[in-house]
C-alpha cells in the first residue's frame, strides 16, 4: 500500500535552514506528482509546493517563493523540501502528499 514517511522536522530559530524528506512506497514514485502541504495550528491546510514527476516542473506559494525549493530523488523514492530564511509563521506540520495519500506529517518550529 501506499505509505509516505517524513522526516526533518524540528526547532529552528528565525532565519534558519530545515530539509524535510519524504520516503515514499507501494506505488510508481517516478510517475507521480508530489505535493507537500502545511497546517499551523488553528488554520486550514496549505498547498506549499509540487513538483511533477520528472521533476521538471514545480508550483510554490507566494508565502514560501525563494525561500523554499522542492526537489525528488527518483532513485531513492524520496522528495525533499529545503526550507531556508525560516520565519515563525512557517511553524506548521509538513505533510508529504500524493492525491490522497498524506504522511503523519513532520513538526516544524521557528522561534528565538
Known amino acids: 500500500q501506499v505509505q509516505l514517511v517524513e522526516s526533518g522536522g524540528g526547532l529552528v530559530q528565525p532565519g534558519g535552514s530545515l530539509r524535510l524528506s519524504c520516503a515514499a512506497s507501494?506505488?510508481?514514485?517516478?510517475?507521480?506528482?508530489m505535493r507537500w502541504y502545511r497546517q499551523a495550528p488553528g488554520k486550514e491546510r496549505e498547498l506549499v509546493a509540487l513538483?511533477?514527476?520528472?521533476?521538471?516542473?514545480?508550483y510554490y506559494a507566494d508565502s514560501v517563493k525563494g525561500r523554499f525549493t522542492i526537489s525528488r530523488d527518483n532513485a531513492k523514492n524520496t522528495v525533499y523540501l529545503q526550507m531556508n530564511s525560516l520565519k515563525p509563521e512557517d511553524t506548521a506540520v509538513y505533510y508529504c502528499?500524493?492525491?490522497?495519500?498524506w504522511g503523519n506529517g513532520t513538526l516544524v518550529t521557528v522561534s528565538s
Open positions: 507501494g506505488f510508481t514514485f517516478s510517475s507521480a506528482t
Open positions: 513538483i511533477s514527476s520528472a521533476g521538471g516542473s514545480t
Open positions: 502528499n500524493k492525491v490522497t495519500w
